[in-house]
């Protein structure tokens, strides 16, 4: 299990999310079991995932209809 802190350190360091939009990230993931990190061309979404997972961050990618 990853402490809070370091996702909030994590996610500043691999989407270049600023602190405090990594501090309210993560808290929406911690409260409610899930987060947008952001949405991101598929091949920048796939680099920050593989960051990510690397870093030991359960994560996934999931497709967005171009409509919305």
């Known amino acids: 299990m990853n402490t809070r ?3 909030a350190r994590c996610l500043v ?3 270049s999310l600023s602190e405090m939009e990594a501090y ?3 808290m929406q993931a911690h409260q409610h079991g ?8 598929y091949e ?3 680099m920050y995932y593989d960051a990510l997972k ?6 996934d990618m999931v497709p967005v209809d ?3």
């Open 5 to 7: 802190e370091f996702v």
């Open 24 to 26: 309210q990230t993560m």
């Open 54 to 59: 690397s870093k030991g961050i359960v994560c």
């Open 44 to 46: 920048r979404a796939e």
């Open 13 to 15: 360091q691999v989407t």
């Open 34 to 41: 899930l987060a947008v990190v952001g949405r991101y061309m």
């Open 66 to 68: 171009e409509d919305r």
